[in-house]
């Protein structure tokens, strides 16, 4: 019969690098390809005219802006699955006896 009240354990936590590289490549992909995929459509200076005329940003800046803007969106996207991801026995621990 399966003792179900001994705590199991899970893997142990990878490292930091890892995680953060879990994060960071799939989020950049992402953004380079919704960057390409939305200035096929929309000119960067188009965009500025509608936006913010009294700035003077160049079309590679417009790019540039995009890309991050981009990459910070889809960053946040894969953070919040790896949230969501993380095992519960890790933080479902039972409480200290005193």
């Known amino acids: 019969m399966t003792d179900f009240t001994a705590p199991r ?3 142990p936590p990878r490292p930091l690098a890892q995680r953060i590289g ?3 490549w799939p ?3 992402t953004a380079g390809v919704a960057t390409m995929a939305f200035f096929a459509f929309v000119d960067p200076l ?3 005219d509608a936006t ?3 700035l003077h940003i160049t079309r590679g800046l417009g790019y540039t802006l995009g890309f991050f803007a ?3 969106a889809t960053a946040a996207s894969s953070l919040f699955t790896w ?3 993380r095992p519960a026995s890790r933080f479902n621990r039972p409480l200290p006896r005193d």
């Open 70 to 72: 981009f990459w910070l």
């Open 9 to 11: 354990l899970d893997h």
């Open 46 to 48: 188009a965009l500025r």
């Open 83 to 85: 949230i969501l991801l």
């Open 27 to 29: 989020s950049f992909f």
């Open 52 to 54: 913010f005329p009294q």
């Open 22 to 24: 879990a994060i960071v």
